[in-house]
């Protein structure tokens, strides 16, 4: 089972940068596909960014351009890579790990069994 501990959240101004990390201490990193989700109070957790076990990323729209996922199998982490920051990025990000081995990765939270405690992005004007 996969165990999941994310790092690198903070506050940056608009335009900023910054860069999540998602160590991943179970057995299957390598084989499985990992995704980025955000939440903000009283929404529903939505996607943001994935990457597939052989290193095919997706994007939702309103990252695209901006954000840029990867993974290092050797350490065990997928990274998140934030630049040209908005206000509206302000959310606790997720890592999470399909369990359920998906052809592709899910966009959605139901495709992922193992997730991260969160980090909090805010990003001020």
């Known amino acids: 089972q996969a165990q999941l501990a994310e790092s690198g959240g903070g506050t940056v101004q608009a335009g900023g940068s910054l860069k999540l990390s998602c160590v991943n201490s179970g057995r299957a990193f390598s084989t499985s596909h990992t995704a980025w989700f955000r939440q903000v109070p009283g929404k529903e957790r939505e996607f943001v960014a994935a990457i597939s076990w052989s290193g095919g990323q997706t994007y939702d729209d309103s990252v695209k351009g901006r954000f840029t996922i990867s993974r290092d199998n050797g350490e065990k982490t997928v990274y998140l890579q934030m630049n040209s920051l908005k206000v509206e990025d302000t959310a606790i990000y997720y890592c999470?790990?399909?369990?359920?081995?998906?052809?592709?990765?899910?966009?959605?939270?139901?495709?992922?069994?193992?997730w991260g405690q969160g980090t909090q992005v805010t990003v001020s004007s």
């Open positions: 999470a790990v399909d369990t359920y081995r998906s052809l592709t990765p899910p966009r959605s939270t139901q495709g992922y069994g193992a």
